[in-house]
């Protein structure tokens, strides 16, 4: 459920008209809705109604202050990977408790910082790293709060980019080595373990990997703390696609998600942490562009668009597919065309979509790249000096400049000449 759609033949977010944006603000451009923000937050929370939880949402999907501080009003917390994710989410008013870190290249400042923060818990994902976690908090004179990242071993059948919970993956303790490092982390002055936390994918669209992770979570739980652990909390990570295609890739509801959570986990009496991302953000965004030119070479049509592999890179990365809208929608009765979508950046991987059939555009005519929320704007870059693109935030009838567009000065002015230039 999103709150983009035509209404008198022109493509709104909410109530405001998209044209109007770009005109206003130009392009490329994105425009996030708050009430689908607030939708998809509050859905997913209520599934969880009646069990002690608390929803992290994973703010590396997309990290704007104004979207973190919507999300932090509704209660939410964060599940943060980096010590500028603590900044950011800190900046936003999340106060610690409700801040999980994870990650599996914490550094010495950044453990330090998540301790003066108090955050909930440290989610370790290797020896080494607990090691030093009990070593920098006792320095501190505290102890860490930690959930140990188990590695599952489950493929989440997903894009071999995004899958995290196999093996082989870099992600968290190995299944069988996860009693001994329980043992070992009791053993620790700086650390007291609170919890076991696992993170199998993103972009997940069937429940069997998730009850396959969750039973078994329930049964290491069940041997750690018979062998004396305190496991009071059970960090399920995030993964929950979203419909992309809208067709093949619909995720279960949140309601059927809670419910294998409370088949596989219910009867342990655990607080639980979800780290959602995606599912929150990614279809409450969209990208906004314009067609600059159109181009035929033999029998091919490219759209070139200004909207760049730099401002969105996920179709390029990771083969994703991305539906394109016209914000003028056509009459029924034009009959679309096979076109490239492609951007500026020289690049042959820089494109919106290959082979995609879509409604005849013109020079100047305004498009949305759609479920551009989340992993979109975080990961743009300024490649081909192209300044980052801005940000928009949408609610019923008004719209908010929530990161300006840089100026090609701005880029120039991080640069420093070496003192032997001057
Ligand atoms: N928790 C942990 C430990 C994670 O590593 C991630 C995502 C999440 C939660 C949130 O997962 P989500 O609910 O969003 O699926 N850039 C890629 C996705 C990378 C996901 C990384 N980890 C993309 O654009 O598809």
């Known amino acids: 459920?999103?709150?983009?759609?035509?209404?008198?033949?022109?493509?709104?977010?909410?109530?405001v008209p998209l044209d109007e944006i770009a005109r206003s603000v130009g392009t490329p451009v994105y425009v996030y809705s708050a009430r689908t923000?607030?939708?998809?937050?509050?859905?997913?929370?209520?599934a969880f109604a009646n069990r002690?939880?608390?929803v992290c949402y994973a703010?590396?999907?997309?990290?704007?202050?104004?979207?973190?501080?919507?999300?932090?009003?509704?209660?939410?917390?964060?599940?943060?990977?980096?010590?500028?994710?603590?900044a950011r989410a800190q900046a936003a008013g999340v106060p610690g408790e409700r801040i999980v870190f994870s990650g599996v290249g914490k550094t010495d400042a950044e453990m330090r910082a998540a301790l003066a923060a108090g955050i909930r818990s440290f989610n370790v994902e290797s020896v080494p790293e607990l090691i030093r976690l009990s070593e920098v908090a006792a320095a501190q004179g505290c102890r860490a709060p930690v959930s140990v990242r188990v590695n599952?071993?489950?493929?989440?059948?997903?894009?071999?980019?995004?899958?995290?919970?196999?093996?082989?993956?870099?992600?968290g303790i190995s299944w069988l080595q996860a009693r001994e490092v329980y043992d070992l982390a009791a053993t620790l002055p700086g650390i007291e373990v609170r919890g076991v936390a696992m993170h199998i994918g993103s972009q997940i669209t069937d429940l069997a990997p998730f009850e396959k992770a969750f039973t078994l979570m329930a049964e290491l739980i069940r041997m750690l703390r018979e062998a004396g652990h305190d496991i009071r909390h059970a960090d399920l990570g995030g993964g929950l696609g979203v419909p992309y295609h809208g067709d093949t890739d619909i995720p279960p509801e949140p309601k059927e998600y809670a419910a294998v959570v409370d088949r596989t986990l219910g009867h342990l009496d655990l607080e639980y942490v979800m780290e959602p991302g995606r599912m929150i953000a990614g279809n409450a965004g969209i990208l906004l562009g314009r067609v600059i030119f159109v181009k035929e070479v033999e029998g091919k049509t490219f759209l070139i668009g200004d909207t760049g592999m730099n401002d969105l890179i996920r179709p390029t990365l990771y083969e994703a597919f991305h539906h394109i809208l016209p914000v003028r929608r056509p009459p029924k009765e034009v009959q679309p065309v096979t076109v490239d979508v492609v951007g500026p950046v020289c690049e042959t991987g820089d494109y919106m979509a290959r082979d995609r059939a879509l409604p005849p555009m013109q020079r100047g005519d305004f498009y949305a790249v759609m479920t551009a929320g989340a992993y979109g704007a975080v990961q743009s870059c300024t490649y081909n000096s192209r300044p980052l693109v801005p940000e928009v935030l949408v609610r019923d009838d008004a719209f908010a400049v929530i990161r300006p567009?840089?100026?090609?000065?701005?880029?120039?002015?991080?640069d420093r000449l070496a003192p032997w230039q001057e």
């Open 1 to 15: 459920m999103h709150h983009f759609e035509y209404r008198d033949g022109i493509l709104h977010a909410e109530e």
């Open 37 to 46: 923000l607030e939708r998809h937050y509050r859905v997913f929370d209520a």
């Open 52 to 54: 002690p939880h608390l």
């Open 59 to 86: 703010m590396k999907a997309n990290s704007n202050q104004a979207v973190l501080k919507l999300l932090a009003d509704l209660g939410a917390g964060m599940d943060i990977v980096s010590g500028g994710e603590l």
């Open 152 to 171: 599952p071993d489950v493929d989440a059948g997903t894009h071999e980019k995004i899958s995290t919970g196999r093996r082989a993956d870099k992600f």
């Open 405 to 414: 567009r840089l100026e090609a000065e701005d880029l120039i002015a991080m």
